[in-house]
Every structure is written in C-alpha cells, then in structure tokens.
C-alpha cells in the first residue's frame, strides 16, 4: 500500500484567486492522477499526472485552469487557477504503484476548498 | 468512454440485514472492477477488486462481488451488515491494462440502524 498526505487539508479562498494543492506519497509510484468530488456528487476524474511530461487531462479539464506538475515519483501538485464558486469540491490525489493489470489505485485524505 | 450505474443512492438496513448494492458498467474492453468505500471522516479505501479469475470475488469486512460479463454487472454482497458498515460505496472501472483513472459511479449512501 502507500500513504498519501496532502496539503492543504482544506482552504477557503476568494474568487479569482488560485490555490496549489500538494500531494506527498511515501514511496515511488508510477502513476498520479487528481479526482475531483464536487457537493454531493461522485469522483470525478481530472487528469493523469506524468512524471517529467505534460499532465493528460479529461475531457472538459484544460490546463489553463488546472495545471498540474510532478517533478518526480513521489510528489505532485494541482493548482486551481482563477478560482470561482463552482470550483468548490473536494481535491482527492490517488497513486497507482506499479501500473500492472488490476492493480488499485490508493486514495489521499483529500482537501477541501471553499470558494466564496 | 466509460460510464458506471450504481442503481441505489440511499439504503437504509437493520443490523443482521443482508445487503446488495446492484452496479453496472458500459464499456467496450475489458475491465478491472472494483469497490471502494468511504467511511464517515475516513479516507476511499478498497473493499474488493477483480481483473481476472474466478468471478466470484471476496473482500475485507465480509464482502463479496460477483462479476457477470454477460450483464456488465459487479454487484456488491454482505449476507448480515453492521452498524459499521455506515458508510458511501463506490463502484468504479478502469481498462484491463491498469493505466488508466477510474471511472466512478455515484455512490451509495449506507445507513445501518442498530
């Protein structure tokens, strides 16, 4: 297994501004990828974070609003940029160690961001 | 693309109650399949996977999922819930190869009366 911590547990933040979002794991993995978990709603995901490339995102995530690094196998951030109320959710980061068929990805705590 | 149907958003059961919670997937390939929970407070963690084998899968805390290809179905088994048990559940599918993010479905909120 692997644990995940990230920062900042939760923020509230004003419009227009941007919150990076920092995810820690205690081991190197091979994939990264960010989930987001609006009010009420299931996980959603964002993108794939790529170490040392670009970030594949989803369809209807852009990287102008979510860019995300991951400078090496054991550390990614996302940052949420131009922020607005419909941005408020829960940011969860998960890790897949070995990228082998079946294997499961492990969850972080989440953070949770309040956009007023 | 990959869509996930979890049929029951709110179940409520008496303790010793048995439990089902009815998930299906569309998707042309082949597919890991997996159940996850959250409980109140407390990270997703994994209650069951399956990818390849028996069908017939068993997990922590006393679950099992049956995977029917035929019915795109994997749905989640408990024959008597406990209070513990309180909780949302995930359904979730990725492609075979494993590289991929997980598609969710929209969880099933789980409450178990003493």
């Known amino acids: 297994s692997a644990v995940i911590s990230q920062k900042p547990s939760r923020d509230i933040c004003q419009r227009g501004t941007s919150l990076t979002i920092q995810c820690q794991v205690d081991?190197?993995?091979?994939?990264m990828f960010w989930y987001r978990q609006q009010p009420g709603q299931s996980l959603t995901l964002i993108a794939t974070?790529?170490?040392?490339?670009?970030?594949?995102?989803e369809s209807g995530f852009v990287i102008d609003k979510f860019p995300i690094s991951r400078p090496n196998l054991t550390f990614s951030t996302l940052t949420v940029s131009n922020m607005s109320p419909e941005d408020s959710s829960i940011y969860l980061c998960?890790?897949?160690?070995?990228?082998?068929?079946?294997?499961?990805?492990?969850f972080g705590p989440g953070t949770r961001l309040t956009v007023l | 693309a990959q869509s996930v149907s979890q049929h029951n958003h709110h179940v409520i059961l008496s303790e010793a109650a048995s439990l089902e919670l009815g998930c299906n997937y569309s998707y042309g390939g082949t597919v890991n399949l997996f159940w996850y929970v959250q409980y109140p407070g407390q990270h997703l963690q994994l209650l069951l996977k399956y990818f390849s084998g028996d069908p017939l899968v068993k997990g922590i805390k006393g679950f099992e999922a049956e995977f029917i290809k035929s019915k795109f179905s994997f749905n989640l088994r408990k024959p008597s819930v406990q209070w513990s048990d309180t909780a949302e559940y995930f359904c979730?599918?990725?492609?075979?190869?494993?590289?991929?993010?997980?598609?969710f479905g929209k969880g099933t909120h789980l409450i178990i009366q003493p």
């Open positions: 998960s890790v897949e160690a070995r990228r082998q068929p079946g294997d499961e990805q492990f």
């Open positions: 081991s190197q993995v091979t994939m």
């Open positions: 979730a599918v990725n492609d075979r190869g494993g590289a991929d993010g997980l598609t």
């Open positions: 974070a790529n170490q040392g490339s670009e970030a594949t995102y």
